[in-house]
């Protein structure tokens, strides 16, 4: 086969390297944002999960304070019954009301000053970390909004490397392209390769000496003998 003939062949191998490379690329960009989404949702949950226990504990606080606000009500409520009483039985029993709701106001008051002290921790470190989570997922969305408009650059491209590859298909001849065709189904790639050193890119094979240096002689594109592939010495 002469070279001319194997022109358009190796054009069109260099089309469909680069539409691989194009694709190649785009699994990259995919997972790469698939990456950063993940750790959009981790960050922002940090933050989150802050918030929400910042509402948790404002909202056990208020409910101590009321606790603790009706236990003072009710020994207040006690100690004025205890000035009526006649009979000791009754005072004595007062007195035990008077000395469970003293207990129930010192426990609560101590939880009460636990949740406060939590409450002021989780403040500190939400004034801390708020700022730099902040950044990081502004960071984030804009390397996400980067990502995706390098893959539409690179499905564009894509789409004009097809629209390119069916004129280029129309120039070859239909043996030659089924050929092609059926190679790259088998190899995947480098159906058309230069001969380096004696030896077939494609399979690794070295050539028969005979065949190599009627190549070189006759610049003539040949098949390997042993996984077919069209070998060339120079162009
Ligand atoms: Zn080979």
Redesign the pocket.
């Known amino acids: 086969m002469k070279k001319e003939e194997i022109k358009p062949l190796l054009k069109l191998q260099e089309i469909d390297d680069e539409i691989e490379r194009m694709n190649r690329r785009i699994r990259r960009i995919e997972e790469e944002i698939g990456e950063f989404e993940k750790e959009l949702r981790t960050t922002r949950s940090e933050l989150e999960n802050m918030l929400r226990r910042e509402e948790e504990l404002t909202r056990l606080i208020k409910e101590t304070k009321e606790r603790i606000e009706q236990e003072e009500e009710m020994l207040r409520r006690t100690e004025e019954k205890m000035n009526f009483v006649r009979k000791d039985v009754e005072y004595k029993s007062l007195l035990r009301e008077k000395s469970k709701h003293e207990d129930n106001i010192l426990k609560l008051s101590y939880e009460l000053d636990e949740l406060e002290e939590k409450l002021m921790d989780l403040r500190k470190r939400l004034e801390e970390r708020r700022p730099v989570i902040e950044r990081r997922i502004n960071e984030i969305e804009e390397e996400i909004s980067d990502l995706y408009e390098e893959k539409k650059l690179a499905e564009s491209k894509i789409k004009d490397l097809k629209l390119r590859r069916k004129t280029e298909v129309e120039s070859i001849d239909k043996e030659l392209l089924s050929f092609y065709e059926e190679a790259k189904a088998r190899f995947g790639s480098k159906i058309v390769?230069q001969i380096e050193e004696g030896i077939?890119?494609?399979?690794?094979?070295k050539?028969p000496d005979v065949l190599f240096s009627k190549m070189i002689k006759e610049n003539s594109i040949e098949r390997?003998?042993?996984?077919?592939?069209y070998?060339y010495y120079r162009l």
């Open positions: 390769v077939c890119p494609g399979c690794g094979m050539v390997c003998p042993n996984c077919g592939r070998i």
